[in-house]
């Protein structure tokens, strides 16, 4: 009998902790969804206690402390660049110390561990005060370890400053979650810049008649297919290749860096049709600016559009189908080996294709051009309209242990390191007159014995000159972050500042989506309807661009698949949360 | 009376050439099987062939796609660069790799073997309440973060402990052992005791020395993992003066493999060659000792 009402005991225990639980999981998750504004316009101000700081700051002004001050901060390591302790005794962060007198305390963790491990840091309370290079911070704001920042930006005087000046309202209200609050500070840009393209062999287009340059400016993806069975045709006739023989064989698109979804390749083709696809997916979501609502856009008619381009280059014989599944590897060696005369490149690659293909074909053999994208349905470029980088958050840890006076010199140093030219600028190239000159046009140039693979300054053949990156830091991925068009450009080496001028010369700017803030709940029934629906999609996709399904007699069959896994679910919570 | 058979008694004498015929299916059977045994061996050798040929070729002749079985432009600068670059980081990884083994295994063994000769003990008490936590870790485990947070507050983080003490008794192994000790005779057990023997003394100067088999093995698995875990320094070690040599290899690879463009720089005969020092002991020792991984898998599995 003993044991009966235990146990009796025991259950009821256990059924009152389990409604506690789900009603304090219902309390969570129970947040507003309603559309919140961001000011258009920061006021800064200034804290209640501001007269005799302990510190200076301000827009054009050093941070400096009066007394040393250390902050803890996240770091990731990249491997192919990794941090030595010259960085600390004499490079990036000496120099930050000496012109700030503040002293990070870096805890970094190798780039591929790096989210995980500062995931597991944050949750044990073991976070670091500063935590930079964070991409979705949905994980964290929950928790309440990170510091809603949106409260303290007035204090904040360049990030203001950008902001104001470049209108970043709209943009930040793509990061404001349901509560009106954003959490991290991000990389903001004054506008964004095309990345990824195509590279071709321009000497065998020529060769092949084709006047690419004056093609380009109007051209479509069934002109660039011309195009390429022109140069085809040349390099057959030459015997630079067979007629059974492809000459574009991509990268970026295979099972690894493709991720399985056709990578670079397919989700720049579906830009241009205003689509998602490849790299760009996500969850398929897409913002019409017609209907001024968002669309799946997998199932409208521009995506069948879209496949068809995709398609034709495959059926034509032009594109490799084995793009879709080869090592990058693969590709890059036809491409060097002069086996194809077109293939992806984004803005850092530049360098090291030519560096390579001279090792390959001898220099002068050869001549790299990139191509300015060809329209689809839209005349859009295919940059994203969202000018937000990667960014900060600071944690609560901070606040906690430093106060509100306390944190607020913290935010001001963050500002000052984040979002002022001049930390901009020394965190990226160095020391003025040490690393690198700037000339009378505001040029700037390593200076001799300099090299820097992440500004796109290779070393010479001999290896002998010293790389800022390796050696100092400089240049790394932690503190680049957005700033003017003439920030982000001033490193680019002509061809590269080329292919960029003419992108924006010749396409429009995509059209920025509504900023949307689905709650907790919200995104995790986004992504139960999303990833059963995406797999589907993609490999349709696949199919259909392969060939191995006919896009015309599958289209109806394909669309039923996708409504079978609850398009229309998607599309509603998304119409409620964008009323 | 019986006649007796004087005939003399059939005698086998073992020839080698008085084979049993062997039926033609099964002469196929053999030849097919050598065939598919050849194929699945290349197959299984080939990625690792390819990844030596890769590391002693040039980079040019990896970049062009030339590299097969045999190197192009064979040379051994990478394997210079790999182990002298940044003051010969990876030697130092490599030291660090060989303390944790040797520390990690003999600590492994000594608490293995001493937690496992008492729960072999049916007798004993205790083991009824005890035996029941230990196989549950085999099951259930604290999570991660948890034990992170054990780690933390421990103040293990970032130290040789932090890698070594999560790995240090592995309840598989335990029970191995604690089969092993069962099968050894009670009756040899109670001559040492009836010689003056304590406890302690049977287990080390009785047991320990029967058991010589199965402690060779626990040595090769436990070697290995510490050899080849990569994981614990991933989380645990933050300081990269301490970490192994196969977490090293893992950033390497993972780096390689990233999305930042600049990542593809790092190329592709160094992340073989890497990968050829990190396997080499355990490739030049593993056909000396493989006869006692399968072996250790029956050792002790059996209870007489």
């Known amino acids: 009998m003993k044991t009966t009402k235990l146990a009796k005991v025991t259950c009821v225990g256990l059924a009152i902790s389990m409604l506690s639980t789900l009603a304090a999981c219902n309390g969570a998750g129970g947040e507003s969804s309603e559309v919140t504004t961001i000011p258009s316009q920061i006021e800064t101000t200034t804290a209640q206690t501001e007269e005799d700081l302990p510190y200076d700051y301000g827009y054009g002004v ?158 479509n993806w069934a002109d660039m297919l011309e195009a390429l069975k022109k140069v085809k045709a040349y390099m057959v006739a030459q015997g630079m290749c067979a007629e059974g023989d492809y000459i574009w064989s991509d990268l970026w698109c295979g099972n690894e860096s493709g991720q399985g979804s056709g990578g670079n390749l397919l989700g720049i083709i579906a830009a241009t049709y205003d689509c998602n696809a490849g790299w760009n997916m996500g969850n398929g979501m897409r913002y019409n600016v017609d209907q001024d609502k968002f669309i799946f856009s997998p199932t409208t008619d521009n995506y069948k559009a879209f496949l068809l381009t995709a398609n034709s280059f495959i059926e034509s014989g032009i594109l490799d189908p084995e793009t879709f599944t080869q090592d990058d590897a693969t590709a890059t060696s036809q491409y060097y080996n002069g086996k194809t005369a077109i293939m992806s490149i984004n803005q850092g690659q530049y360098a090291n294709y030519e560096e390579n293909m001279t090792a390959q074909l001898g220099a002068g053999n050869y001549e790299n051009y990139v191509l300015t994208i060809p329209v689809g349905s839209t005349n859009n470029s295919t940059v994203s309209p969202e000018r937000l980088e990667n960014g900060v958050m600071i944690s609560q840890k901070a606040l906690d242990e430093l106060g509100e006076d306390g944190f607020l010199e913290l935010i001001r140093f963050v500002d000052w390191l984040f979002y002022s030219h001049e930390a901009y600028d020394l965190t990226k190239w160095g020391v003025e007159g040490e690393h690198y000159t700037v000339d009378a046009d505001g040029n700037k140039k390593l200076v001799d014995g300099f090299c820097c693979g992440g500004l796109g300054y290779g070393n010479d053949e001999a290896g002998s000159m010293t790389d800022i990156r390796l050696q100092w830091g400089y240049a790394g991925g932690n503190f680049w972050y957005g700033g003017t068009v003439a920030e982000m450009s001033d490193n680019l080496i002509p061809p590269v500042a080329d292919y960029v001028a003419r992108d924006t010369a010749y396409r429009d700017v995509p059209p920025l989506a509504p900023g949307i803030a689905p709650t907790e709940d919200q995104n995790e029934e986004i992504n139960l309807i999303a990833t059963p629906l995406i797999s589907n999609v993609n490999t349709w996709t696949l199919k259909f661009v392969t060939g191995q399904e006919d896009i015309n007699a599958k289209w109806d069959e394909y669309v039923k698949s996708c409504e079978d896994l609850n398009v229309q679910g998607l599309v509603d919570i998304y119409a409620q949360l964008y009323k | 009376m019986s006649s007796i058979d004087n005939s003399s008694p059939e005698i086998h004498v073992h020839n080698p050439k008085n084979k049993i015929k062997e039926s033609t299916g099964y002469k196929v059977f053999t030849v097919f099987n050598t065939i598919i045994m050849i194929l699945v061996s290349f197959a299984t050798l080939y990625p690792f062939l390819y990844l030596v040929s890769q590391s002693f070729s040039s980079e040019q002749a990896i970049i062009a796609g030339h590299t097969s079985l045999i190197p192009e432009g064979f040379n051994i600068n990478t394997y210079i660069y790999v182990i002298t670059r940044y003051d010969c980081e990876f030697l130092k990884y490599y030291l660090n790799t060989i303390i944790y083994t040797v520390v990690g295994t003999v600590l492994s063994l000594l608490f293995s073997s001493v937690l496992a000769y008492p729960l072999s003990k049916p007798k004993l008490r205790i083991n009824k309440f005890l035996s029941p936590f230990i196989i549950f870790t085999m099951y259930f485990g604290g999570g991660l973060i948890a034990n992170y947070v054990l780690i933390l507050k421990l103040g293990l983080k970032n130290s040789m402990w932090g890698f070594i003490l999560p790995m240090l008794i592995s309840t598989y192994y335990v029970i191995l052992m604690r089969s092993f000790f069962m099968s050894i005779p009670k009756d040899l057990e109670e001559a040492g005791e009836i010689d003056g023997l304590n406890k302690f003394g049977v287990f080390w100067n009785i047991a320990i020395p029967l058991s010589k088999p199965i402690i060779a093995t626990m040595t090769l698995f436990y070697a290995v993992m510490y050899w080849n875990n990569w994981f614990n320094a991933k989380l645990y070690l933050q300081d990269k003066a301490k970490w192994p040599v196969a977490y090293f290899l893992q950033t390497i690879i993972r780096g390689a493999g990233a999305s930042d463009p600049d990542a593809t720089q790092m190329s592709a005969n160094i992340k073989s060659c890497a990968m050829v020092l990190t396997v080499l002991p355990i490739i030049c020792v593993y056909p000396v000792i493989q006869k006692y991984y399968v072996q250790g898998m029956m050792l002790g599995g059996v209870k007489e």
């Open chain 1, 62 to 219: 050093t941070f400096h402390a009066d007394e040393p001050v250390t902050y803890t901060m996240f770091f990731s390591d990249a491997s192919w660049y990794p941090m030595v302790d010259t960085w600390k005794t004499e490079g990036v962060f000496k120099q930050i110390q000496d012109r700030t007198n503040v002293t990070l305390d870096i805890k970094s963790y190798d780039s591929g561990d790096y989210m995980e491990n500062i995931t597991l840091d944050i949750n044990a309370g073991n976070a670091a005060y500063i935590i930079p290079k964070i991409y979705d911070d949905s994980a964290f704001v929950d928790g309440g370890a990170i510091v809603p920042i949106s409260d303290y930006v007035q204090y904040m005087p360049y990030f203001t400053e950008f902001y104001n000046t470049y209108n970043l309202s709209g943009d930040i209200q793509t990061i404001t979650r349901s509560n009106g609050k954003y959490y991290k500070l991000p990389g903001m840009k004054e506008a964004n810049l095309i990345n990824y393209s195509f590279v071709i062999r321009k000497d065998i287009w020529d060769a092949a008649g084709v006047d690419v340059v004056e093609l380009e400016k109007t051209w």
